[in-house]
């Protein structure tokens, strides 16, 4: 099967052996992966932003880059969920309107790919730790992911996963949201964190590394020892 890799900007910038990582899953389940180098980003900070006719620019040139029948696969909820979304309003009744169509039907979050698109559950990682899983709201409210990543993770062996009470409670990361309200998020965050705390969980792990990447930092911060670490990471774990 031929897979396009989507790298939003901050993976690629920040993280870039998640995207290493799952390129490693991807390949190991007999996917024949290939990457564009000439992607950019989705166009969603912008969008988010209001600035409308920026976005729809950068969007665009998603919209060639992405061309094709191939399958699309992203280490974020957060950036499939917009192109899914957003899209179809932007380019509503113009030209590519069918391209847009065709375009999120083709593009998949990592966890429910491999799950729903691949039929694999057991990827054979071994990741010895407690942790807890963190649901983005992306995933959870855009992208309808919910069991997903649970049925990888319930897979890994040596993993203990236990739930954190208000799972599905924000982590007040939310793009610029953390910056235009600063104390809002930070005192999400400090909820979040609690929760994860509570379960005596050495790491949380989640689809969305703008999620960890707030929850991580708001952590060290503090001084707390829990982790963050994403999906793609710990699937990709225990074998060579």
Excluded at 48 to 67: H, L, P
Aim: charged share 20%.
């Amino acid at each position: 099967m031929n897979v396009q890799l989507f790298i939003p900007c901050f993976v690629d910038q920040l993280y870039p052996q998640t995207a290493f990582n799952m390129v490693k899953v991807l390949r190991k389940l007999g996917c024949e992966v290939s990457y564009n180098e000439n992607q950019t980003c989705c166009g969603q900070p912008a969008y988010n932003a209001g600035f409308q006719d920026e976005a729809k620019d950068v969007c665009s040139k998603f919209i060639k880059d992405f061309s094709g029948t191939d399958y699309i696969v992203a280490p974020s909820a957060s950036c499939t969920g917009f192109v899914r979304n957003y899209y179809t309003k932007l380019f509503d009744n113009s030209s590519v309107h069918n391209d847009v169509k065709n375009l999120g039907n083709r593009l998949y979050e990592f966890s429910e790919f491999l799950v729903k698109v691949l039929g694999v559950e057991d990827v054979g990682a071994t990741f010895s730790a407690k942790a807890t899983y963190h649901d983005s709201c992306a995933g959870l409210r855009e992208c309808k992911i919910k069991q997903e990543p649970r049925k990888l993770l319930k897979n890994v062996k040596g993993l203990e996963l236990v739930e954190m009470n208000d799972v599905e409670t924000c982590c007040g990361f939310g793009g610029t949201f953390a910056v235009k309200f600063e104390p809002i998020s930070v005192a999400m965050a400090d909820q979040k964190i609690g929760n994860a705390l509570a379960t005596e969980a050495e790491y949380i792990i989640s689809t969305d590394l703008s999620c960890l990447m707030h929850i991580g930092g708001r952590s060290n911060f503090k001084g707390n020892k829990i982790k963050t670490i994403h999906l793609a990471d710990v699937l990709a774990s225990g074998w060579e």
